[in-house]
């Protein structure tokens, strides 16, 4: 199935027009679009935020009826919609029907002044969509029924952030595989190799993970599903708080990681946070790489090798009272993988957040 790129993610929320602001103040997205009751849409809010080529949507319902606030309710605040362009968005939901997709949009055409755009979704794991776009024929700020909007944080240049490289969703124990049986069978996509030591991050990190790539890497989906640890495994603490499978996390490219995430502290985001030690051998591990590893303990930041490369990341902590949906940033030198080297450091540095929640 050809798959041009990704669209947007949205998240259904309790409080879209706070939500909003946390992500334009805090990661330095700007806001574009905004659909709501001031431009005739009855049952919702949305606020449509940018910063590079990701597509940021927040979403919360007016009315105690609304699947928004159900859902908001149910799971959190979280991810329901890792929604993807393609060039045909009525043959795409075909041949995912065709493959075992459950349709939850019939292919539809939304239309205004300035174009129209195509959409039809299908579900994935938990009650997360993707919704597939064609909106080649469209110059409108976002979608038809959107109005554009100045952003409330005028000149404000970001913090470097420039497109998604994957999104994690978390499944129940013994579910990876169907999970990735139906990428395979629904999008065509390929299992990626990348290398770990799997007996050392299933102890570590407590659960095991596969990723799926479309065929030019642009799209990638690890799944994740818990594992015997050492200790309770985050994959089943999500679980159990977001009532399901979900999308654990999303991960953002920057090409200055330093520079994004001395911006984002600034702004008060927060990460989790590494050990001293890891910095004692992580040179050792790693190599050499362009940055200075001053600045990278000093901002805690992660470095990890394959055999193409090396990466560097570094993960916020939950983005809600919810021990659920968190965000990564991520600059890939080369390498291909997700930082797997980093799982038994990244799993003390949860392991700690985890045991001040009351939940180890
Ligand atoms: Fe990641």
Redesign the pocket.
Known sequence: MPLEGWDHLELWVGNAKQAAYFYEQAFGFRRAAYAGPETGVRDRASYVLEQGEIRLVVTSGLRRDSPICEFACLHGDGVKDISLRVPDATNAYREAVQRGARGTAEPHWLEDEFGKVELASIATYGDVVHTFVNRAGYEGAYLPGYVAHESTNGSDPGVGLLHV??V?GNVELGRMEHWVEFYERVFGMTEMIHFSDEDISTEYSALMSKVLTDGEGKIKF?INEPAEGKRKSQIEEYLEFNHGPGSQ?V?MASSNIVDTVDALKARGVLFLATPDAYYEDVGDRVGEIDESWDDLRRLRILADRDDDGYLL?I?TKTAQDRPTLFF?V?ERHGARG??DGNFKALFEAIEREQALRGNL
Do not use: L, N
């Open positions: 490289d994957h994690v690890p996390h991960a990341q993960f990564e991520i997700f930082g």
